[in-house]
């Protein structure tokens, strides 16, 4: 790596993802008799299913960077978080990243919800890659900031959705990440817990920690961002400043 690349955290290489859009049929002999003349418009339709989320993306982010993304529903803005995250591969293109990932999405999509809130404490964190004797140094911080210390041993299944999204916010934030991925700013659980989650999460974006942020705030995106990609239809159309939350607003209210 150059002397100029030293401070890179992320870099995004011509990346592709792909979505085949068609649903699987059951198979059988009969069909596969009575549909071997329909191969080559079988592979036409498969052609028609495939949606292409994102189209040859590429740039780099240094460390203290506060990357926005911006763009309409369908963008690609989300899919490329989870790509940079590691939750897909991408169809085409690499992504690299070093340092610590903090992914906030999809809170507490590895529950278990027939187990307590304790192991779950313990399943999301090592499914975060972090240890269990990092978890155990960790517990007690988790719990006090969750406000959940009397339904501990109560399985997931029981918890309202508030609840299930307080515990997960308080694991994926208990460590001071390198890398942090934002689809939007959440809120999460009651008035009082958004207040001190978003507090949370200011502080570590505003820290010095690298951030990719998404949002469909463009004025948001400008006040918490330095650097701003514009993503339609899974291509870049512009990267820049903050002057590019203006161009996307223009266009926006031109249509």
Not at 54 to 80: C, E, H, M, P
Request: proline residues 2%; contains cysteine; glycine residues 10%.
């Amino acid at each position: 790596m150059s002397e100029l690349e030293k401070d890179l955290m992320v870099e995004v290489d011509g990346v592709s993802m792909m979505f085949n859009l068609g649903i699987e049929k059951g198979f059988s002999i009969k069909q596969w008799f009575t549909e071997i003349g329909k191969r080559r418009q079988k592979r036409e339709e498969k052609k028609k299913n495939e949606f292409w989320a994102l189209r040859d993306v590429s740039f780099k982010i240094r460390k203290g960077q506060v990357y926005g993304f911006v763009g309409a529903n369908g963008a690609g803005k989300s899919t490329l978080l989870k790509i940079v995250a590691g939750v897909i591969k991408p169809t085409k293109g690499t992504v690299r990243t070093w340092g610590n990932i903090c992914p906030m999405i999809e809170l507490g999509a590895g529950f278990d919800p027939q187990l307590t809130a304790r192991e779950n404490i313990y399943l999301d964190g090592a499914i975060m890659g972090y240890s269990k004797e990092f978890i155990d140094s960790k517990f007690e911080e988790i719990v006090e900031f969750s406000e959940l210390r009397d339904f501990l041993d109560v399985p997931v299944q029981n918890f309202s959705s508030g609840m299930t999204a307080r515990l997960a916010f308080s694991i994926a934030t208990v460590v001071d990440p390198e890398i942090l991925i934002v689809d939007e700013i959440l809120s999460v659980g009651d008035i009082a817990f958004q207040e001190k989650s978003q507090k949370k999460m200011m502080s570590m974006i505003t820290g010095g920690t690298t951030v990719l942020f998404v949002s469909h705030s463009a004025e948001q995106v400008k006040r918490i961002c330095d650097r701003v990609v514009w993503l339609d239809h899974g291509k870049v159309v512009k990267e820049g400043g903050k002057e590019v939350c203006d161009e996307y607003f223009a266009f926006c209210t031109a249509k």
